[in-house]
Each structure stands twice: as C-alpha cells, then as structure tokens.
C-alpha cells in the first residue's frame, strides 16, 4: 500500500528531512551511472574485440545524451508529477544498463551509453524539484544536500565501478547498477511527491523557451557564465592531472592516478556546509569565498606535483571551492521562479556542461602545451574571471 504523501500540493507544505535524503541517494545513483564503465575500457575493449579509440568514442556518447537530457528530461519534473517522471527515468535507466551488459560491439555501446547519459540527468531534475519544495530559508541547505548525492555519485562511479569490474566483471557490473536503478524507480514512486509545478506553459513551449532565457534573464545570464568558467577550469584540472601523472617522471598507473579522486571527498563535505552558509549570508559571499580558495589552491598546485600530499591537499580546497561556488550560484538559479524552476536549471546546466566539456578538452591538451604549472595558471585565470563576473554584477545577492 502506497504510504501517505510526503509533499502536498497547498502553499507551504514542504519536504521532509527523509525525502530530502533519498533524493540525495537517488541523484548519487543516477549520476553514477554514466562513469561506472570508465576504469574497465580496456576490459570492454578486449571483450568485444574492439580498439580501445572505438570503445572511447562509444563512451562519449554519455555526455552527448547527458546534455539531451538536461534539455528534454529536466523540464518535466514541472509539467508533471515529478515522482511519476524521475521513477520512469529511473526505469529506462534500468533497462539500458542490462542492455548494455549483453551488447557485442562499439556502436551498440554508443547508442545504450547516449540513453544512460540522458537518464542520468536525474540529478538535475532532483535538483529543481528540491529548489520548489523546499522552504525558501533553506532552498540552499536542501540544494546543498541533494548536490552532495551528485557530487558523490561522480566519485562514486568511477570507484564502485572500477572495483566491481574487476570483481566480478564489466557486464555483471552494469547488472548490478541496473539492479539497483530499478530499485530507486520503485522507491521515487512512493517516496517524491506528485504535485506538479506551476509553470503554466507547455512543454514543447518550454523547450522553445529555454535559449530566450539566457537572453531576457540577467540573473541566469551572470550565474551561468560565471558557472560554465569555473566548471571549465574543474575538468581542465582533473583531464590535465591524468596526463601529468601517466607521463614521466611519475609514469603512475591508472589505478593509482585514479585514487586521486578520493580528494573530491572534500567536496562532498562542502556542498552541506555551503548550502547552509548560504542560506545565512547569502550567495555571492559563498561564491566568492569559494572561487578564492580554489583559485589559491590552483596556483599552489601548479608548482608541488611532486609532492603527493600537498597535491592531494590541493585538489580538495579545490574541489570544495568550487563545489561551495556552485551550490551558492544554483540556489540563485532555482530561486527564480520558485514555481517551475526546471526551466531554468536547465538552461543554466547546459552552459555549465558546455564549459565543463570545453575544459576537458582542453586540459588534456594544455598539459602537453603549457607543462602542468601552466595549466593550472590558466586554470586559476578562469577562476579569477568567474569571480570578476560575480563581483562585478548585483545579481547574486
């Protein structure tokens, strides 16, 4: 029997702390999903006898549906039920990854790795739901939460699945993340609330509005400029790390570059911290503070990669800068129109994406280019600019 609502559909009723936590849960799953397969690629590739270029390309197809996902799946937690439509995701999810566990070549893994990709954008359509249910004095405590589960699931995927892989192998591996999807699809039915958004438009109408906001909105213009900046400078970070590290004189293995990852721990921790803060003294003091010390934490890096922990303590006042920083700027994002902020995250994580895949790009490029401590200046300058973008406008109050 279903249990009663959690969420109502009067004016005032808000999500509970219990909710709250299991869409921290649910959003660390579905993002998780699209990186399990990462660490295992040469195993992929030698089971399907496929060269290693080919399962890479194939695996890139993640982001591409990642980003259809943030266009076409985000704004229906406004239009409908938001348990209805997160749970169905969560079911197609399912089914795509024990597809993908039975696939025999590349371009089959393509087109199921483009379908993971856009039903992992759960996260962000959490992330809208918890931004118009939760009480305005703690939009950005409860964003915070639900970001932690993002955040943790980036990390979370990448180790879980590597270390499943090598367990038990790649194609159990993806049973068991489709398992566990199918599990969080029947739980979002009883557990996320059933009142939709009160956006008032349709949702072709939405899609067509999404580019006109980003023109009309100053508010969103500012937030996701200055986001897409220092998301650039986050993946040219880790992407230029992976280079430096497999190359002489370190020559690490691949495990090993990856258990740097574990410094994104700090993160995790400074989502809730950020969401909290915000809530008490506003976002452009969080944005500040955070672009600051991660823009310090940059540079210093830039010259101390050979001393492990000093880059690992780096990395962390990093990650949870810019972890802070964007908490704070997309608290200032759902808080636009409270009633259906969908629309907006949308748009505003599209932006954000496309200069995360900007940097990717270019990090494991600059390294060859510029030599670890000028990517990492480069990197800092991004950050600065961001803090500029910020400081300059009155739109992050």
């Given at each position: 029997?279903?249990?009663a609502p959690?969420?109502?559909?009067?004016?005032?009723?808000?999500?509970?702390?219990?909710?709250v936590?299991?869409?921290?849960?649910?959003a660390?799953?579905?993002?998780?999903?699209?990186?399990?397969?990462?660490?295992?690629?040469?195993?992929?590739?030698?089971?399907?006898?496929?060269?290693?270029?080919?399962?890479?390309?194939?695996?890139?197809?993640?982001?591409i549906?990642?980003m259809a996902?943030l266009?076409?799946?985000?704004?229906?937690?406004?239009?409908?039920p938001?348990?209805r439509?997160?749970?169905?995701?969560?079911?197609?999810?399912?089914i795509a990854?024990?597809?993908?566990?039975?696939i025999?070549?590349?371009?089959?893994?393509?087109?199921?790795?483009?379908?993971?990709?856009?039903?992992?954008?759960?996260?962000?359509?959490?992330?809208?739901?918890?931004?118009?249910?939760?009480a305005?004095?703690?939009r950005?405590t409860?964003?915070?939460?639900?970001?932690?589960?993002?955040?943790?699931?980036?990390?979370?995927?990448r180790?879980?699945g590597?270390w499943?892989?090598?367990?038990?192998?790649?194609?159990?591996?993806?049973?068991?993340f489709a398992?566990?999807?199918a599990?969080?699809?029947?739980?979002c039915?009883?557990a996320?609330?059933d009142?939709?958004?009160?956006?008032?438009r349709?949702?072709?109408?939405?899609?067509?509005s999404?580019?006109g906001l980003?023109?009309?909105?100053?508010?969103?213009?500012?937030?996701?400029?200055?986001?897409?900046?220092?998301?650039?400078?986050?993946?040219?970070?880790w992407?230029?790390l992976a280079?430096?590290?497999s190359?002489?004189p370190?020559s690490?293995?691949?495990?090993r570059?990856g258990?740097y990852?574990?410094?994104?721990?700090?993160?995790?921790?400074?989502?809730?911290?950020?969401?909290?803060?915000?809530?008490r003294v506003?976002?452009?003091?969080?944005?500040?503070?955070?672009l600051?010390?991660a823009?310090?934490?940059a540079?210093?890096?830039?010259?101390?990669?050979?001393?492990t922990?000093t880059?690992?303590?780096?990395?962390?006042?990093?990650?949870?800068?810019?972890?802070?920083a964007?908490?704070?700027?997309?608290?200032?994002?759902?808080?636009?129109d409270?009633?259906?902020p969908a629309?907006f995250?949308s748009?505003?994580?599209?932006?954000?994406f496309?200069?995360?895949s900007?940097?990717?790009?270019?990090?494991a490029a600059?390294?060859e280019?510029f030599?670890?401590?000028?990517?990492?200046?480069?990197t800092?300058?991004?950050i600065?600019a961001?803090?500029?973008?910020?400081t300059?406008?009155?739109?992050?109050?």
């Amino acid at each position: 029997m279903k249990s009663a609502p959690t969420v109502e559909v009067r004016t005032g009723t808000r999500l509970r702390g219990s909710v709250v936590l299991f869409m921290s849960l649910a959003a660390a799953l579905g993002t998780s999903a699209t990186y399990p397969l990462q660490p295992a690629i040469a195993d992929v590739a030698d089971s399907l006898g496929a060269p290693m270029t080919a399962i890479g390309l194939a695996l890139a197809c993640g982001p591409i549906g990642y980003m259809a996902g943030l266009a076409l799946l985000v704004p229906l937690v406004d239009r409908f039920p938001p348990g209805r439509v997160i749970a169905a995701q969560f079911g197609v999810l399912a089914i795509a990854l024990a597809v993908s566990a039975g696939i025999g070549g590349a371009w089959q893994l393509g087109l199921t790795a483009a379908v993971i990709g856009a039903c992992s954008a759960v996260g962000a359509g959490l992330s809208s739901v918890a931004g118009r249910l939760a009480a305005p004095e703690r939009r950005a405590t409860t964003l915070g939460i639900v970001t932690a589960g993002i955040s943790a699931g980036i990390l979370a995927g990448r180790i879980v699945g590597g270390w499943l892989a090598d367990e038990i192998g790649w194609r159990a591996m993806l049973l068991t993340f489709a398992a566990a999807s199918a599990l969080i699809a029947g739980w979002c039915l009883l557990a996320l609330p059933d009142a939709p958004g009160g956006g008032g438009r349709g949702y072709l109408a939405t899609l067509r509005s999404l580019p006109g906001l980003l023109v009309r909105n100053a508010t969103l213009r500012v937030a996701a400029g200055a986001g897409a900046l220092w998301f650039f400078a986050f993946c040219a970070v880790w992407a230029g790390l992976a280079v430096a590290l497999s190359a002489p004189p370190f020559s690490y293995s691949a495990e090993r570059i990856g258990l740097y990852a574990l410094a994104g721990l700090a993160g995790i921790l400074a989502t809730r911290i950020a969401g909290n803060w915000t809530d008490r003294v506003g976002a452009r003091r969080v944005i500040r503070f955070g672009l600051a010390l991660a823009g310090i934490a940059a540079l210093v890096a830039g010259f101390t990669l050979t001393s492990t922990r000093t880059t690992l303590i780096c990395l962390a006042l990093f990650d949870a800068g810019l972890f802070a920083a964007q908490v704070a700027n997309q608290s200032t994002v759902l808080a636009i129109d409270p009633a259906a902020p969908a629309r907006f995250n949308s748009a505003y994580m599209l932006v954000y994406f496309v200069g995360g895949s900007l940097g990717t790009a270019f990090g494991a490029a600059a390294v060859e280019w510029f030599g670890w401590a000028g990517t990492m200046v480069i990197t800092a300058v991004a950050i600065g600019a961001a803090a500029v973008i910020v400081t300059r406008t009155r739109i992050a109050a």
